[in-house]
């Protein structure tokens, strides 16, 4: 029995110019394949076209119609499409045609009248003969009857045109590069040219570059520079939005693109373009196997599951990636918002967007895609990786895959250690716990709970007081006080780590190891990604490190972006583990006595390598003729005991009751020539008799104290001091604070004195004074915040001031002192 859609097609081949034959595919395979070619169908993306043009939203064209009978046949034959699938789109095409035409004869007669407008006379004669064959065989009973096709199409279910199965769906968002006919892809059929296409277009020549782009696309992608230069522009005037265009050159048609989208009102937006050339991109890996089935799919879902989280709809879509397409492409779109392509896909009754976009994958798929994208950023370098990108954006070409660093950017990596933190190879990775500073993160968040109840640091003092600026600066802490500050010191500490390992100089498992301490320190603190990022803006707002460049619209974009990679971060949390020593709160206080003669002393002392360390030898032998350990314990011991303290009381106070013999004792030193011991010892005679700085009034031990701390922590770099020798002296100094003074401001006061009095001759003694006491209205104060941390701590003794801060980002009590 003849089947009559078979019947029917192989008809309408005849006027394709093929002979009659009950089947319509009777082709050889390499003839189907070679005749596709002249039609410029080299593989079934552009197949899925030419059917989709069959079916535009608004009058068909008869011709397409016609054209996609015989590509239907040739698909078939070249065996890309299976002879249920083209039937499937027979039967629909042929449907539209009984309903559109009432018989042969008018279907002919569309026909000749298109061919008439395009004005082909060439071929005329052949298709009339066509034709009349056509006739001939309806009429003859060979082929079927307008009517019997009717009545045979009524009986028909139609079946699904493109692939329908849950796994299929994720894939369909690609459509607008090529609409998937079938569901695996296969390499010469689908993208014959993938491989090329890969390594001209994107530079990825392999697996592991393919999935590194894959990552980079969906955490980052060009919305990223776009999205920050809108941000800025929008902040900006009009003189300086010109000013920024000026400065692009090269760039400049790309920046009128943008300056057009801000003025026209245009939704700034575009990262559909990045996620659909992620699911284009995972397609070709399959087609070239360099994916597995299920990393594809993962990968695919995972832009099917960011596009559906940002956009309503398949419209809304379109146009996101067509703004990002006159971004990137340089060419602005006119008055033509989509492309023809895409207008088949939004309007075609046979679209395979015919999905609701939001319906496009279920609940378990987006969880399967997440859980992949977060087994792609396990590794626990990822965390630094991320950190640092916000300062280095293009480190996120490096994730999922390890890559391998060129020698330029070792050199790179090393000039920057060196120059930058004085970081050198010989000291191994235990160098960089000495970025790792919780007590700072402690002072700030005590500062911050502080000024957020109104219990602040005094706002002015003795030597002076901090600018209106600075104290709005300092009450801005308020906003803090939420948040734990220990990613605003944690961020530099991962930037730090990256280097490290770029420069190849440190030991990588070490580096390792120090990142998940990082990771167990963050997850612990903030518990997950939009915590971390608004703990971040908030802290990188109050404390740029460049007031006019701070890092608040990079953090931004990372919170507010659902791809960002801080969303696949592996959270769960680890033992509590530190990358470096947290001081006890007593340490600490101790250890700031140093005042503003040691103004980083924000942790632990740390063992100096070679460079650092002959550096600070240099500076004991110049400023204390201290050549050794030995020699630096015993000073230490003075300081402690007596110091320049006990000078001034025995060689200077006694003049304080005898004015006269002061006198006399300076016209003395003044009537003759003077050695080097005569002539400071002539100035501090003349400072006891003008009371500079008060030192006749003040108890200058803190002198003392300041710069036995100061020396304690050098030696202990040099590894002059262990352990228990600092702790010792630590000790000491805190008790004698505690015996001579009451308050970090008559510490201060005493520190003032004695640096003042015991200075040596020098031209510059003003401009030292001005320094010093701009340094000490900064500790008191907390005016910068981070100038030292005596406005957080209270002073050894003292009755507690402070408010406990909201979170456990603080430093633990010393458990001497607990009653």
């Known amino acids: 029995m003849v089947d009559p859609l078979n019947a029917w097609w192989s008809q309408q081949l005849v006027l394709c110019g093929w002979a009659y034959a009950p089947d319509p595919i009777a082709v050889e395979p390499a003839q189907a394949v070679t005749r596709l070619a002249e039609f410029d169908i080299v593989e079934r993306g552009e197949l899925g ?263 309503s709809d398949w419209t809304a879509l379109v146009h996101a990636y067509q703004r990002g397409r006159c971004l990137f492409e340089g060419q602005y779109p006119g008055g033509k918002s989509i492309t023809e392509e895409a207008a088949l896909l939004l309007y075609s009754p046979v679209s395979p967007w015919c999905i609701p976009l939001k319906e496009l994958i279920n609940d378990r798929q987006r969880e399967v895609s997440r859980e992949a994208m977060r087994d792609w950023h396990r590794d626990d370098w990822h965390w630094v990786l991320a950190l640092a990108s916000v300062r280095e954006p293009e480190l996120l070409y490096r994730q999922g895959i390890a890559a391998s660093i060129p020698e330029a950017r070792r050199e790179d990596a090393r000039r920057y250690l060196a120059e930058t933190l004085g970081l050198f190879a010989d000291e191994g990775v235990q160098g960089l716990a000495r970025y790792w500073l919780p007590a700072q993160s402690h002072h700030l968040n005590q500062l911050a709970a502080d000024v957020a109840h109104n219990i602040l640091p005094p706002s002015k003092t003795v030597f002076g007081q901090p600018s209106p600026e600075e104290l709005r600066a300092r009450s801005a802490l308020a906003a803090c006080a939420g948040h734990a500050a220990t990613i605003h010191m944690a961020e530099k500490y991962a930037f730090y780590l990256l280097m490290a390992d770029d420069s190849g100089s440190f030991d990588h498992h070490e580096l390792r190891r120090l990142a998940r301490a990082l990771r167990s320190v963050l997850c612990h603190l903030y ?105 630096l314990r015993e000073f230490l011991t003075f300081l402690l005991d007596a110091g320049d303290r006990q000078e001034y009381q025995i060689n200077y106070a006694p003049y304080t009751l005898n004015r006269a013999r002061l006198e006399e004792e300076i016209a003395i030193l003044e009537s003759g020539e003077c050695s080097e011991d005569e002539r400071h010892h002539l100035l501090r005679l003349r400072r006891v008799r003008d009371n500079d700085t008060r030192c006749n009034d003040t108890d200058m031990a803190a002198w003392d104290l300041a710069q036995a701390v100061d020396l304690a922590i050098t030696g202990c770099t040099l590894g002059w001091l262990d352990e228990a020798t600092l702790e010792n002296m630590l000790d000491k100094a805190l008790f004698l604070a505690q015996q001579h003074y009451g308050s970090w401001q008559t510490y201060a006061e005493g520190l003032f004195a004695g640096f003042a009095f015991f200075m040596g001759e020098t031209t510059e003694r003003e401009a030292f004074l001005q320094d010093f006491r701009k340094g000490l209205v900064a500790w008191l104060c907390g005016t910068p915040p981070l100038a030292g941390p005596w406005a957080s701590l209270d002073f050894p003794g003292s009755r507690p001031r402070h408010w406990a801060p909201r979170h456990i980002d603080t430093l633990p009590g010393d458990s001497r002192t607990l009653h």
């Open 527 to 631: 518990g997950e990604a939009q915590r971390l990022l608004e703990a971040w803006i908030a802290w990188e707002t109050v404390l740029p490190e460049m007031p006019d460049d701070t890092l608040v619209h990079e953090i931004r974009w990372h919170r507010d972006d659902p791809g960002s990679c801080f969303y696949w971060l592996d959270w769960r949390r680890p033992a509590w583990r530190e990358p470096g020593p947290r001081p006890s709160l007593s340490r600490f206080t101790a250890l700031a006595l140093t005042g503003p003669l040691n103004p980083g002393t924000w942790g632990e002392p740390q063992r100096e390598g070679v460079v650092e360390g002959e550096a600070a030898r240099q500076w004991l032998e110049s400023h204390y003729g201290l050549h050794n350990a030995d020699e």
């Open 49 to 311: 076209w030419r059917l989709l043009e069959a079916f535009p939203a608004g009058v068909p064209d008869p011709q397409s119609q016609l054209a996609a009978m015989e590509y239907l046949a040739l698909a078939v034959a070249a065996d890309w499409l299976s002879v249920e699938h083209a039937r499937a789109w027979m039967l629909r095409l042929t449907k539209t045609l009984q309903a559109r035409y009432a018989d042969l004869d008018e279907w002919l007669a569309a026909l000749r009248d298109v061919r008439l407008e395009r004005g082909w006379a060439q071929g005329d004669e052949a298709f009339a003969r066509a034709s009349e064959a056509l006739a001939t065989l309806e009429h003859d009973g060979e082929g079927v009857t307008w009517r019997l096709l009717g009545d045979y199409l009524e009986t028909c279910t139609e079946k699904p045109l493109w692939p329908s199965t849950e796994t299929s769906h994720a894939w369909l968002p690609r459509a607008l590069f090529a609409p998937s006919l079938v569901e695996s892809p296969d390499y010469l059929r689908d993208w014959p040219d993938a491989a090329a296409w890969l390594n001209r277009i994107w530079q990825i020549q392999d697996r592991d570059d393919l999935i590194r782009t894959l990552l980079w696309l969906g955490s980052q992608g060009h919305r990223y520079g776009w999205d920050l230069d809108v941000a800025r522009l929008l902040e900006q005037d009009e003189s300086a939005r010109q000013a920024w265009l000026a400065g692009l050159i090269d760039q400049r048609r790309y920046g009128e693109i943008v300056l057009a989208f801000i003025t026209q009102g245009e939704p700034l937006e575009w990262a559909a373009w990045d996620w659909l050339r992620l699911i284009d991109l995972a397609y070709a890996g399959l087609a070239l196997g360099w994916l597995a089935d299920d990393e594809a799919e993962h990968f695919a879902l995972h832009g099917a599951d960011l596009l559906t989280r940002r956009y």
